[in-house]
């Protein structure tokens, strides 16, 4: 600025531009003043109240699990718990010292709380001590004023009232893992929920997605370092969809309780539906365990049983099938008319394969044997020569028809088809042509071969029926119930199904039929069965010369696997059942008295009459019910 003729200050050219500058800067100013506060004012007032709004998810109740009568196996119950927040605690160690004397809290288990709310922000919950009685909960609540910082609540957990009776069959739950989200491609959001639990094993795995539900919501205002003040609004999810098994869950419990002590699987089924009214494993174990944290030294004891409680062996074990695969090599021979019903073979003790003998379990032989006579007696020698004639390829298709070597569609993980070889199979898994030594042993079920109990099951309700059975473990699902398609006819020539049923009555009617001690006697109920043993060791020409080892003289695991299939009542088939027994020697010893017992308490209910089982048990039956054995006073003891 400079000063003119006269003295006063005039304004330079510099001082005008620098005024325009700042007129123009306030102008700019203003404008975008004008424009946040009036032109962007919607948006801005939309974003802050994103930022002060949270959306919460809420886990939906787990959809319960019914057997066939509508008692429920798996369920939801409350589970009382004790969470504690930093900052309203102040002293988080002391607080935690005051309610130790309140519950049990292990010191290992102070240590990983305070861990745990030092690592968080001190507005998130840190879970103290869950699934507490509800003494224990309420002493906590009323002495809440004296602790600061800790909050009650009662959540759901899943529980499973039948302990280990359908262990195999319902699984358990546990909470998502890392690897549990790694495998799923698009997680549903839900999973990301702390501790939300899933299924493991069994039907709860399988159907997870029906169980499971759909999360509801919760919006709620947070401050601005995200503590929750209020709940604005709150949508509930929808609780999973109940599902109903097939399942007997008296006839299950008897089932298990009957196999106490051996290491064993059944399954029942029902002939004319497919449905499943009993499937058991045993040993089994607790599912309970496993939704509140199993200890180490339970995993290790059940990990390291021989019997291997934890392994569902009525769908995953796979066991050579012995003699009771002798009934599909027969209707393959009939179909493919090799031999009749009346033809005979002659059964000396042994056959000449090749350079090698084959032997029959009867060291003297069976002389002639027509095809029933076969079947009752379990000649090996007779389906030696049989399985020659018709040939590995026809025997393996009409496995396959049978259900064997298929697996079959039920809602349990690990369920396994077993092994139906043919010429094929083995060039492409072992790169050898097949022999006739493979069809020899093939015929009595051994070598290559492989089925489940599962299989054997339904093996023997298609020969029952003359239909494809296919088995069914879900009857419902909310309420509405499943499709029971009987199947089709199997398209087996009927004279040579009614051949081999009558072979499979005289396992267990006639008086040299190696089932006959474990006939059902009761007029009308005749069961049709066939024993099976299946060898787990070679047995050498040497021994055969000296003297074959008697199972009980050998080790545990070096015993035969016993087996036993049947179906009753044989005029009018209503139940087919297959019974192994691991390493349990004979099947007509070991595993066919089970399926007589289960059989009856499947065609009777829970207090068959002692005349269903032969005269010479009747003692022992009566001494099982003085002692409380029978399925009833197992029932009455539970409840």
């Not at 507005?123 to 002493?139: C, G, K, N, Q, Y």
């Not at 390493?583 to 002692?610: K, M, N």
Request: neutral net charge.
């Amino acid at each position: 600025m400079a000063r003119g003729d006269k003295g006063g200050p005039t304004i330079t050219r510099r001082g005008l531009v620098l005024m325009g500058v700042q007129l123009a800067l306030v102008g700019t100013l203003g404008w975008r003043m004008r424009h946040l506060q009036v032109e962007e004012a919607e948006r801005y007032r939309l974003l802050a109240e994103e930022n002060r709004i949270n959306i919460r998810l809420l886990p939906p109740a787990r959809g319960l699990i019914y057997d066939r009568a509508g008692n429920p196996i798996a369920v939801n119950r409350q589970n009382y718990r004790i969470v504690i927040v930093r900052e309203g605690a102040r002293d988080p160690e002391e607080v935690l010292r005051r309610l130790s004397r309140l519950i049990e809290i292990s010191p290992d288990r102070r240590e990983r709380v305070l861990r745990d709310i030092h690592a968080r922000p001190a507005f998130v919950p840190v879970t103290v001590a869950e699934h507490l009685d509800w003494e224990s909960f309420a002493r906590v609540a009323a002495n809440a004023p004296a602790l600061p910082g800790i909050l009650t609540e009662v959540g759901l957990s899943r529980h499973y009232p039948a302990d280990d009776i359908f262990a195999h069959i319902v699984g358990y739950v546990g909470p998502v893992s890392d690897y549990d989200l790694s495998r799923i491609e698009d997680p549903d959001p839900l999973l990301q929920i702390p501790d939300f639990q899933i299924g493991k094993n069994g039907v709860e795995k399988r159907a997870e997605a029906e169980l499971r539900g759909a999360a509801g919501n919760s919006r709620i205002e947070v401050n601005a370092s995200g503590r929750v003040i209020r709940e604005l609004d709150r949508v509930e999810g929808r609780s999973g969809q109940d599902l109903q098994l097939t399942i007997d869950s008296g006839l299950q419990d008897y089932t298990l309780r009957r196999m106490e002590g051996e290491s064993a699987a059944t399954v029942v089924m029902d002939i004319r539906t497919g449905e499943i009214v009993s499937m058991a494993s045993a040993p089994s174990f607790d599912p309970n365990s496993f939704v509140f944290g199993i200890s180490t030294g339970e995993w290790n004891a059940l990990n390291q049983n021989e019997y291997r409680p934890l392994y569902n062996k009525a769908v995953s074990g796979l066991y050579p099938p012995g003699s009771t695969f002798k009934m599909v090599v027969a209707l393959a021979a009939l179909e493919d008319g090799v031999i009749g019903p009346g033809d005979t073979v002659f059964c000396g003790g042994s056959i000449e394969i090749g350079n090698r003998r084959a032997y029959c379990w009867r060291r003297g032989g069976h002389g002639w044997m027509d095809m029933r006579d076969s079947l009752k007696n379990s000649c090996d020698v007779y389906y030696y020569d049989v399985a020659q004639r018709v040939g590995i390829d026809k025997i393996s298709a009409m496995a396959n028809r049978l259900g064997i070597g298929v697996r079959h569609d039920l809602p349990l993980p690990a369920v396994r088809a077993g092994n139906m070889p043919d010429r094929d199979w083995k060039m492409r898994v072992h790169g050898e042509s097949w022999l006739i030594g493979d069809t020899v042993n093939s015929g009595i079920g051994q070598g290559f071969m492989l089925a489940s109990p599962l299989e054997l099951c339904v093996m023997t309700a298609r020969i029952a029926s003359g239909n494809a059975v296919t088995p069914k473990l879900i009857r419902s699902v909310d309420g509405l119930p499943s499709a029971m398609d009987p199947g089709e006819p199997i398209g087996l020539n009927p004279n040579a199904l009614d051949a081999v049923r009558g072979g499979m009555f005289a396992v267990s009617n006639d008086r040299r039929g190696t089932a006959y001690r474990a006939r059902i006697a009761a007029p009308g109920m005749a069961m049709a069965g066939k024993t099976g043993t299946s060898q787990v060791r070679r047995i050498t020409e040497a021994e055969r010369r000296t003297g074959v080892f008697r199972n009980e003289d050998l080790p545990w695991n070096r015993r035969d696997h016993a087996l036993f299939v049947a179906f009753a009542p044989f005029d009018a088939p209503r139940y087919a059942i297959a019974t192994i027994v691991e390493h349990g020697g004979g099947g007509s010893t070991a595993a066919a008295p089970i399926a007589q017992d289960v059989l009856i308490r499947a065609l009777y209910g829970p207090e068959p009459p002692i005349e269903a089982w032969p005269s010479a048990l009747h003692q022992t039956i009566r001494e099982r019910r003085r002692l409380g054995q029978d399925s009833a006073s197992v029932q009455r003891s539970r409840a």
